[in-house]
DNA sequence: TTGAAAGCGCTAACAC
DNA sequence: GTGTTAGCGCTTTCAA
């Protein structure tokens, strides 16, 4: 930067203002800083500048893993929108509970970052508090915590709604699979198992646990299993709701293999609306991961800039229901119908 | 850091020394300074020892997107293993030409990270001389560039096997199937095609232009198009090729929604092997986005820590034929049969 | 509108 | 093994 301010024939403090953009330059200085500037590539330096600011410039993520489509979305739609704010975006991910352990003891995000983005954590007390004093903003994705922001979608709802449309179309047997995860990663996936219940609840239907599998993340052979454990119960589902498009996905290529057809034989909907959804064809529920990582950066640079801003706003964003081929009334009447609410047709 | 001092009753030096861990502390004097650093919650500032050091701690990558399994894959092996090396890992997302321009001008990562990871871009000889002059190690990952560390895949030979897979099996219409990618975006797509062309002039099969397809990414509709296409042929192929894995499973179903089944009357070969090609039972090139991202960090860590190590050197990684069951021999002899080579039997 | 000087929080070189 | 001191590259008073 002094070279600059020589070359420019200024003082440092004018370079410091003109490549800050400020007002208080005049215009002939100013074009003469900014031409040694560029003839000496000088960028400044984030580290220095922001010991003294105080700002980092930084918007650091933790996620647990990359390798998704919900945080391939997400981030890709956070990048720009950072860049425009003149941040930079600094991505943790913690895969497992001993780098989690690891993280929350050294939780080096401290002081290196301005806010802090929480992907898809299932946090407890402990962890939560450690990040509260953080000493920066702390938004929650895909989550809700007390008391602090958090930009989310309402699983329970979105998943009683999608059930509601199966119970809707004269299915009673209905199947609820998801993935285990680890213990701690897995928010959504047990509010989706809540509003799977209640939605059975409310039509009356009784729950079966014989009929809510589990399964390994991207397994194709635990899925065939999972498949096999449905089909040979005394009374198999005509629908199964898988927790995921992907696991949905793969539920149906596992269908396909032993000749059941989907949704002639068994219904099948999933939950995200990830591309394989319109390409197989996949009745699901849309979110879209892109509209929550974006709501969340505004958010956080909110929280930035007004220090007094409300530290306890919950953004829910909207989901969708959207019918495709794989779900249809199940192949033959079952005999009991006197459960059935009356409302609401098909159109759930 | 002078509040942990004053706590732990000993000198600012001494606390930064037992934080770094160097050896040079006295057993008892380090417990004390590790309590009060706990106690007061204390994490050391990057920037502030950054700015003496001349080291950031920090790994700048740039993609294209992170929505994808290639970046996602890649990324979520370097998280782990910077962290191990005590680095972060912030992510540049430049999406468009019109981003890229603003990266390029601004080059943001100048003097703000202690290696730049560059992903799957395309670059002109104005950009690579950018980078160069950026001060840090610049390694290219998924592309290879004259005289710079890279780390990529032979395209080019791994498309001329998967072809040749196909010509073994009896087939002599090949079709390639390619993304349409914003121009500078698409290096691998280049020498998967070229591979292609080669395979098929070494066994004498002319070239023809018609069944090399081209269609948007991630568009069902443009891949019912090609197909519609490549059908309406007077001699239509009998296989296709299709750059991705993704692309191929589009292709599959949509082949499979107007009757034509895969691979009795049309074989179909991917590359990749993502996830849904296991699933779709899908032939494919197998590579490994997580080690070319292990590769790649564990090269730019020896660039960091030896300023005089090789600066060139290329690491290409192997890729594998994984025949499965979307690939076959053609549905009937095609008339010409003198073109074939002697050589290989199906084991391309 | 510009410059001089102080200092952000840390590390490194040197003394003890 | 530990403390003292200088200074990394910037921004920010304050004075001119």
Not at 316 to 325: A, E, F, K, Q, S
């Amino acid at each position: 930067m002094a070279d600059v301010a020589e070359r420019a024939g200024v003082s440092p403090s004018t370079v410091s203002r003109t490549l800050r953009g400020l007002t208080s330059v005049s215009p002939q200085v100013r074009t003469r800083v900014e031409e040694a500037a560029r003839e000496l590539n000088f960028a400044i330096s984030r580290q220095a500048s922001s010991l003294v600011t105080g700002r980092t410039g930084v918007m650091a993520v933790l996620v647990p893993t990359l390798d998704s489509w919900f945080m391939g979305a997400a981030l890709s739609s956070l990048g720009p929108l950072l860049r425009g704010a003149g941040m930079e975006m600094t991505v943790y991910v913690v895969p497992d509970l001993a780098e989690r352990a690891e993280f929350f003891e050294r939780l080096p995000a401290r002081r290196n970052a301005d806010a802090l983005l929480v992907f898809c954590f299932d946090l407890n007390k402990e962890e939560t508090a450690r990040l509260d004093d953080l000493g920066v903003p702390v938004i929650y994705i895909s989550q809700h915590v007390e008391g602090r922001p958090s930009v989310y979608v309402d699983d329970v709802a979105a998943a009683c709604r999608a059930t509601r449309h199966l119970i809707n179309l004269g299915h009673r047997r209905i199947a609820f699979a998801h993935t285990v995860n680890a213990r701690g990663f897995s928010f959504s996936s047990r509010d989706r198992l809540l509003g799977y219940r209640q939605a059975l609840t409310e039509a009356d239907i009784p729950l079966d646990d014989d009929l809510v599998v589990t399964t390994p993340p991207r397994d194709k052979r635990g899925t065939t299993q999972a498949v096999g454990n449905l089909l040979s119960l005394r009374e198999p589902p005509t629908a199964i709701f898988a927790e995921q498009d992907e696991l949905a996905a793969s539920l149906i290529l596992s269908l396909r293999t032993v000749q059941i057809e989907v949704p002639e034989r068994i219904s099948v909907l999933g939950f995200d609306d990830q591309l394989m959804a319109e390409w197989l064809d996949l009745s699901t529920v849309a979110q879209s991961p892109s509209d929550m990582g974006r709501a969340a950066a505004e958010l956080a640079l909110e929280l930035i800039n007004d220090s007094d801003a409300d530290l306890s706003q919950h953004i829910v964003l909207p989901t969708h229901l959207i019918p495709r081929g794989t779900t249809a009334p199940p192949p033959a009447p079952q005999g009991e119908r006197e459960g059935n609410s009356p409302a609401e047709g098909r159109n759930a």
